[in-house]
């Protein structure tokens, strides 16, 4: 293992003071040592200065940068215009690492060269870090743009990026609110390889405050998403691909809702018909909507 490759560590941060030393402290105690920890701090008005700095203070390679509050999009980019490294890896402030996690993925770079993101899985984690589930959901290798369609199944937290990725086709894209992990993924797609190591790479913790647990939310910024890169990159899928790919995300949207909300679970039904009139999902979630 080339053990002078160095890794960019990007941590956007707000007010989360409470998680920040178990974040910091599990890329400390990486077996690869050759890393940068660039923390931005996105406005905090809790003690997030000075924990931060005590860490800063004690090992170079923490680095703490401050903006005024703009949102986690944002601050990814701040730290991704001042990053180093040849590769480039995210995580959130209430998650950590195990020790391996960046070993691990440097080893699979080796194992597959022609990759150019790699990715696993991650320990679900409630908000005292107790281990609630190790499942996760289906995940894929090589060029996964038609399977990116149906639902973002990459676990940004996992990820490790080639810096030229960024270069190439720039960060994060500022647009939304949520999901600014699946825009760029979904970009990615379009011209990188993705490969996926069966391994836990990340602990994510699940709390009731964060914008992620708002489906409503998240399914409309979703949705957003996947029409913007469609238009945005028309050769990235096939026609076919395109319209599996949307009509399973409308299923899926409308499974969802079949029993909260029925006026928003036909209207997706409706989507998914217009795009493939026989597809059997889309009959199957209609009765699924009905009986509900």
């Known amino acids: 293992m080339d053990k002078t490759m160095l890794i960019s560590i990007i941590t956007p941060t707000y007010n989360r003071e409470a998680f920040l030393p178990a974040a910091i402290e599990s890329v400390l105690a990486q077996s690869y040592k050759e890393f940068e920890l ?69 080893e699979a770079f080796e194992a597959y060269p022609d990759a150019d993101i790699v990715y696993g899985d991650c320990i679900t984690i409630d908000e005292q ?9 289906r995940r894929y290798s090589g060029r996964i743009a038609a399977l990116l369609l149906k639902d973002n199944f990459i676990s940004m937290n996992t990820t490790m990026t080639r810096r030229k990725c960024f270069n190439e086709m720039g960060g994060m894209s500022g647009k939304r609110r949520v999901a600014d992990d699946y825009d760029l993924w979904l970009k990615f797609s379009a011209r990188y390889r993705f490969q996926y190591i069966p391994e836990f790479l990340a602990y994510y913790r699940v709390m009731e405050n964060q914008i992620s647990s708002n489906k409503k939310l998240r399914f409309e910024t979703n949705e957003k998403i996947i029409l913007d890169f469609l238009a945005e990159y028309p050769d990235a899928v096939s026609k076919q691909e395109r319209d599996a790919g949307l009509s399973a995300f409308y299923i899926r949207k409308a499974r969802h809702y079949a029993s909260s909300d029925k006026t928003e679970a036909y209207a997706a039904i409706r989507s998914a018909l217009v795009i493939k009139p026989l597809s059997i999902g889309a009959w199957r979630a209609l009765v699924k909507v009905v009986l509900s």
């Not at 870090?129 to 959901?137: A, I, K, S, T």
């Open 129 to 137: 870090g107790n281990e609630l589930h190790r499942h996760n959901m």
């Open 38 to 106: 660039i923390i931005v701090d996105d406005g905090s008005t809790d003690n997030s200065r000075e924990l931060i700095n005590t860490y800063a203070e004690k090992d170079s390679r923490v680095k703490y940068l401050y903006q005024e509050n703009q949102r986690q999009s944002v601050a990814r980019n701040y730290a991704l215009s001042v990053a180093k490294g040849d590769f480039i890896c995210f995580l959130d402030s209430d998650n950590y690492w195990p020790s391996d996690k960046l070993e691990k993925s440097i």
